[in-house]
């Protein structure tokens, strides 16, 4: 479940089943990991909890988890980026 060494993007899908939507197994482990793995850093003042960043207590990289389809209900399902530096967040 944990982020592996060469990963660098983590994109979650939805789908609908009838009247319903489901979340893919990659929604499951970002919400894993940002619940037990990673660490909060902070949120974006601009975009509060849309654009998150956290640190990896294992590597010590950065991960921004944002929601890019946010025309969608809730924001859509996540996506989970490396960055390349803590500085990189708020470009």
């Not at 197994?25 to 037990?36: G, K, M, N």
Request: net charge neutral; with cysteine.
């Amino acid at each position: 479940m944990k982020l592996k060494p060469h990963e660098t993007k983590l994109e979650g899908k939805w789908t609908v089943d009838g009247n319903k939507v489901r979340h893919d197994a990659t929604c499951d482990r970002i919400e894993w990991l940002v619940t037990h793995h990673l660490k909060l850093i902070t949120h974006s003042e601009k975009w509060g909890a849309w654009k998150t960043l956290f640190q990896d207590t294992d590597d010590g990289r950065y991960w921004e988890r944002t929601y890019p389809q946010g025309e969608m209900q809730g924001g859509g399902p996540p996506r989970l980026t490396m960055l390349s530096s803590r500085a990189s967040f708020d470009d």
